[in-house]
């Protein structure tokens, strides 16, 4: 959920907050996909998009193969697995870490965490829904790996007697400290803190919360669910600049809980209440192209957003003028590139940006960027 403003204002005032995916400064308000992978090294036979990017080695990678191990706990050392009772107007509390199993995913709840008792019946519509809207499957061949994002959070991983087999583990999480820790994800997983899901007890035994109520917003964050679940499906597959990272989230987000609506009270009051913010700098037949291509590498993480904007006006711009498979058609070509899941790790270089700027090119169009520009200011006035 895009943060009112008073929200957005007053933690960017707040001291910088350390975020568990990636240990950077958090970017309240927005949700950040992480860069992390497996810290393995690529194929010889691999050719280096980029000699900038430095995360790409001559060693053999080991790509996990598709496990016929049934996913779940490896030992009795394991948190317990939990039902939730699919009824809206029930709550379930977490006195001590548990988990929730799906279909395509795992609900891993920290303590303190309280749910409704559709909170797994949403999630998975929102998956299925996802993969409705983009043509793309969180299926895809191999078994994840997890960042090992709870040792950083909490010095040891609770959830290390555990196989997620091609599961997505969602950690629920809750913010002790205040800290400002922001929802995030890799292909790997998704980390969700969302503020209306710490229980009462805990938020009141926090004076930064308990005095602040307008941190809650009264509307469990499943856009936030959509958004984090988005960077997930795409980086299964192949890496995007960060302009369709964060942007396509965004638009997924906005197509998914629309498309929801009428399934559940709270995504049809989510969808009363979805914000999107503008692009700060106007985009020009003349200067789209540069923007798209420096993808904005040259700001600090506290002062992106203009991303997150001008992305999800491309993913109109593209589904209007190009067809709805827009997403797939790229990811594909951007693999090809050399950018695929297990094969291209790290940050986007600026070689590395140039490349796929011109495939970007080479699929939509040589003038693509001129006649978005001439949409942008067409439309955006």
Known sequence: MRKKLLTLVMLLTAVAAFSACDGQTANPGKEEASSQSIEESMPAETTQPSEENESFESEEIVVPSKSTQTPGPTSENAPKKVTLSGNREDRFLADDFCYVEGEKFFLLLEKDICVPGDYADNVALIIDQLEKETGLTFDIPEAVIPCDTCTVKYGYDPWSDFFFGQKIPIYLFVDRNSSGLISCASEGFANIYDYDLFSDELWNSIPDYR?????????????????????????????????????????????????????????????QNLYFSSVSEPITPENAEEVFLNDYSDLSQIERGDEYALGRLYGIYLAENYGDSFLKDFLAVSKKAGYGHYIFFGELQEADRAILTQEFKNLFGDDIFTKFGEWYQKTQR
């Open 211 to 271: 005095d602040n109520p307008w941190r809650r917003e009264g509307m469990i964050e499943y856009d936030t669910v959509a958004h984090e679940l988005t960077h997930v499906l795409t980086l299964r597959y192949a890496q995007l600049p960060k302009i369709l990272t964060e942007g396509l989230a965004d638009y997924y987000e906005e197509k998914v809980i629309l498309a929801l609506a009428d399934r559940s009270e709270d995504f049809e009051k989510i969808a």
